[in-house]
């Protein structure tokens, strides 16, 4: 619902335009963001307090954020729910921020609500950073289209991101950095458990047992609801459940956790449910009932993931269908790097590489270090193939490639570990020295290090939205 005051500062806002809204989105990244979140409350009661009128899913952690957001919003889908998400970053377009049951906003539903937000923080007087005003337009949107439940990733600071001026029913955390022996573990994992809200549940997919315990103490003090942590890797397609397998069965867990807490009660009749057994039939199946599945068997959650779509954009991504084949990875952290890392094996396990190339963009992130190239040493001792490192398109509003990273330092470095590297002039000049140098039917190029070079990609194929 939108007051009064806001159908006035509609009135005297002038209405922008698709790349009006862009233009003022890429300039606003420039304003600094209000770590008391004032900007975000005032936007939030200007529209009508939309925040408060929402059930939530938050997810954290290092990695898998938006894998874990994608797979619950796949099965709530699937049992009978209108499922928002709120997705971070994007590759071309702001709209890949914002799904509803899993398809991206139009571009007229976007301009709509981009306007709205706009006009009020202009009647405002407010220079709000654009996470503010994306996070204030997927409020709004989830809101105006009567989403049953919304999931939002989150930083692991509860004191600056705006988006926890909602209230999150789950609270899903899907791993942390390994802190062994590290004297200021419970104080970073506190930052992620601050985040749990009174009476909401909690679950992770982390695997350390010090992380888990130190988070088991912290969420009691929330008096947040601690669920069992997730033991067991969903049954993906190979290769995804190695590497997506854990995300997978945490958003199991989440949406079943969901289910059952606040949208299943004693009036509730379960039907084809994946996550939720119907009332009466828990425990050993009677004969009649067992004769009734082999008549009519029923889809179980396995059948349902070896069904479902894996790839997310940016997200290990193998287009297969290109020659050579390309694989999109946003990874950018050593931890995110490992998994790709482990992925590339996987693939050449699966079918003998003819040639690799990896590409990776140099974006002022958390992978120029000597973990990384530990990292690249270790892969290439038992796979043969070479590394690109490239600039990235320097982007005036955002920063991006602004402070690139001493390429020619890590290329001597991994030639020094009998690596085979390289320095391109640009993306371009890489992807056209990594066609060269694999198999043009059996080959494969890997392109990482950030979503500004996934971005650079498609935009050298000349497509500028999904």
Known sequence: MINKQTAKSEV????LSYNDI???????????????KSVIKKLDAHLGNPSKKLKTIFISGINGKSLTANFTSLLLKKEGLKVGAFYSPHILTYNERFSLNNEFITNKNFVEIANEVISASGQLNLKANTLELLTAMAIMFFEKNGTDVAIFEVSTNKNWDPVTICKNNVYAITRIDDLKDNPQAESIIKEFTDVAEKS?????ADQSKINLQIMEKLIEKTEAKWAMPIRKLAVLPYPFEQLHGRCAALAER???IFLENYVINENTVVGESLLIKPKGQRGRPTIEHKRKLEQNPKKTIEHFWKEASINLNGRFELLDKERPSILLDNASNVDAF????????????????KGLAIIIGCENNRLENDEFVKQLRYF?????????????????????????WDAEK?????????????????FADALDSAKKSVDERNG???ICGSKSIISEYWENKGIKKF
């Not at 862009?22 to 008391?36: C, P, R």
């Not at 909401?200 to 992770?204: H, L």
């Not at 890590?410 to 640009?426: D, E, Q, S, Y």
């Open 200 to 204: 909401s549940w909690v679950i992770s």
């Open 380 to 404: 290439f001792k038992k796979t043969s193939g070479q590394v690109i490192f490239t600039p990235i398109k320097y982007n005036p509003y955002t920063e991006t490639g602004k402070n690139a």
């Open 22 to 36: 862009i233009e003022f989105l890429d300039k606003s990244w420039a304003n600094e963001i209000d770590k008391t």
């Open 12 to 15: 005297q806002h002038k209405q």
């Open 410 to 426: 890590l290329t001597n470095a991994l030639k020094n570990a009998k690596v085979k590297a390289k320095v391109a002039k640009n």
């Open 444 to 446: 494969l190029i890997v």
């Open 254 to 256: 989440v949406a079943q």
């Open 338 to 353: 490992d998994n790709l890392l482990l992925g590339v094996r996987l693939l050449h396990y699966q079918k003998s590489l």
